[in-house]
């Protein structure tokens, strides 16, 4: 291999690096916005309960209608969860009970 071509194909393989650290910076930037807002939104208290948890143990639920967030942007959550319930995980699980078939048969006070 002459140093021309060793030259070239390292150049290759350095724009190549860039360009997958760039996308994974980007990537991460974006994740880390939609974090936050999904945060915001969940941050309120349970619908059903009126008790606050942290955003990890709530949900956002849109009846009839299945959200999985992914890399979108903020104001893309927003607008898809401006009617969305907010409900704890204990409470969303209550509901889950209630309105699906289950394999526990028991009554909900
Ligand atoms: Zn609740």
Redesign the pocket.
């Known amino acids: 291999m002459g140093a021309r071509k060793a030259l070239k194909e390292s150049l290759t393989e350095r724009l190549r690096r860039y360009s997958r650290e760039y996308a994974k910076r980007t990537y991460r930037k974006r994740r880390e916005a939609a974090v936050q807002a999904l945060a915001e939104i969940k941050g309120v208290p349970?619908?059903?309960?009126?008790?606050s948890f942290p955003p990890c143990a709530m949900d956002a639920l849109l009846p009839g209608r299945k959200y999985r967030v992914t890399a979108q942007s903020p104001d893309a959550i927003r607008r898809d969860l401006a009617d969305a319930e907010i409900?704890?995980a204990?409470?969303g699980r209550e509901r889950a009970y209630r309105t699906k078939w289950s394999l526990y048969k028991h009554e909900i006070k």
């Open positions: 349970c619908e059903d309960c009126g008790k409900v704890c204990n409470c």
